[in-house]
């Protein structure tokens, strides 16, 4: 198993299966939910997440297509989802994550994503309506979202 994380170059050895860990980061304020998600699939070494809550954040970065740190961020984001076997959606109740509802917006036509997005997120109903119209398969916590990981993945 190997995590990447921006900026790092994107690479999968053969046969990896590589998972996209999209949601709630909100500059580094939302809880760690993707290391969670590491942790629990640890054994299975032929996996490759990436995990786009980067090491150096700076939140003082401005954010435009002019800064090369931003943009080379935004960038490698793109680039591993459009990579990705798996994006996994997780929205936490206490945090905005306007990126990642962008992100949603962008690969919900995929057959390739899971959706969690408990009770108590601001915009659960827009989550749920476009889940709905689109087929995405949801799950109401992190723990179903691990699980389902694990189902997907055999």
């Known amino acids: 198993m190997n995590v990447i ?9 053969q046969n990896q299966k590589s998972i996209f860990l999209a949601g709630s980061i909100d500059m ?4 760690d939910w993707q290391q969670d998600v590491i942790s629990s699939l640890k054994e299975n070494q032929n996996l490759c997440f990436f995990n786009p809550r980067r090491k150096d954040w700076d939140s003082s970065w401005e954010q435009t297509i002019e800064n090369t740190h931003f943009n080379e961020q935004v960038t490698w984001e793109l680039d591993a989802l459009e990579l990705a076997d798996l994006i996994v959606f997780y929205f936490a109740p206490t945090s905005k994550a306007p990126i990642s509802l962008l992100e949603l917006g962008l690969f919900a036509r995929n057959n390739n994503i899971i959706v969690c997005c408990p009770i108590g997120y601001w915009r659960k109903g827009n989550v749920d309506i476009v ?6 398969k949801q799950v109401e916590n992190l723990e179903e979202l691990i699980k389902e990981i694990q189902a997907v993945l055999g």
């Open 5 to 13: 994380y921006p900026p790092q170059k994107i690479k999968l050895s």
């Open 28 to 31: 580094g304020n939302a809880i």
């Open 131 to 136: 889940c709905q119209r689109f087929g995405v």
